[in-house]
């Protein structure tokens, strides 16, 4: 989807004002989320593999030790379905995403956590986490630049497929 063909893209107070507003006042949720689901793929995750630890280090990852892999059937995403089909319309549709990251929790769809693209994908974005010092600290930038310049259109998620494809 392209964010410019979409009727919401246009510029206007939604896209200045409002959907800081919106991202400020859901970041302590998303934050939680966010932190608890962390918490459970470290404890459930498997450590890196070392090729994926030279990957993580190519990457730029400082602590590639505190990464932890977790397979699952469907990357969850949070919020409810209405918000998922708000979601969709911005790029996010949950059934195309392969891959979940929360700084040292990596969740990898198990059809597609074989291929290192993904994993590399994921590990930039830990770097980025780790860049901007805390889980909200990265959360809120993301998010901030995919509702304002679209999924595909935000510089960390560019830098991710730069990166991870190079
Ligand atoms: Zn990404």
Known sequence: MKAADDPIWKPGPWRTLLLPAVVFLAMPWVGLWAWRLERRTIREGRPLFSSEWAAAVRVGVRHPEK????????????????????????????????????????????????????????LVHTSQYERHGSLTGFLRAYLLQCLRHGYANSSLEREAVEKSTR
């Open 67 to 122: 990464v932890r892999i977790l397979t699952v059937e469907e990357v969850p995403m949070p919020g409810f379905a209405w918000m998922h089909r708000i979601a969709a319309r911005w790029g996010f549709d949950r059934r195309h995403i392969g891959g979940l990251c929360l700084r040292y929790g990596i969740l990898l769809r198990r059809d597609l956590a074989a291929q290192p693209i993904i994993m590399a994908h994921e």
